[in-house]
């Protein structure tokens, strides 16, 4: 089973991104905040996937995967936006540490997905 983490602060929305994952066959652990999200990166196994708020109470996901990059995890982060609109300029500067976004929750199992068999 392929391990991800989800890094979102409201518990709703962890808990839907959790089961849908879950439901699609992989293992996923929700926690609420960057810090957080950070003492559970140093635990996953190498190729897991991580998905995240875009901004939380302590970060946003740029700085989270910036600091991924620093620490040299090389794991796919998958952020959640509330508009694509202006993707290009949220997400530039994390082109490198393979990042990709959605703006619908219920795509994060199918981004998963594709992450993990285009990695193999």
Same mark, same amino acid.
């Given at each position: 089973?392929?391990?991800? *983490? #989800? !890094? ?13 994952? #879950? ?7 929700? !926690?609420?905040? /960057? @810090? %957080?999200? &950070?003492? @559970? ?8 996937? =991580? ?9 946003? %996901?740029?700085?989270?995967? $910036?600091?991924?990059?620093? @620490?040299?995890? &090389?794991?796919? !982060? =998958?952020? /959640?936006?509330?508009?694509? %609109?202006?993707?290009?300029? =949220?997400?530039?500067?994390?082109? +490198? $540490? ?5 703006? *619908?929750?219920? +795509? ?9 068999? $285009?990695?193999?």
């Amino acid at each position: 089973m392929n391990k991800t *983490l #989800i !890094v979102d602060a409201s518990d709703a929305d962890g808990r839907i991104m959790s089961g849908l994952l #879950i439901r699609a066959g992989y293992n996923p652990l929700v !926690v609420g905040s /960057i @810090e %957080a999200g &950070k003492l @559970e990166a140093a635990k996953l196994p190498p190729g897991a996937v =991580i998905v995240t708020a875009m901004r939380l109470p302590d970060g946003t %996901a740029k700085e989270f995967a $910036n600091w991924l990059k620093t @620490e040299v995890y &090389k794991f796919l !982060v =998958i952020a /959640i936006v509330d508009n694509l %609109a202006n993707m290009d300029a =949220i997400f530039s500067p994390l082109r +490198n $540490n393979q990042c990709c976004c959605t703006s *619908l929750k219920r +795509n994060i199992p199918m981004f998963v997905s594709s992450a993990l068999r $285009n990695r193999n």
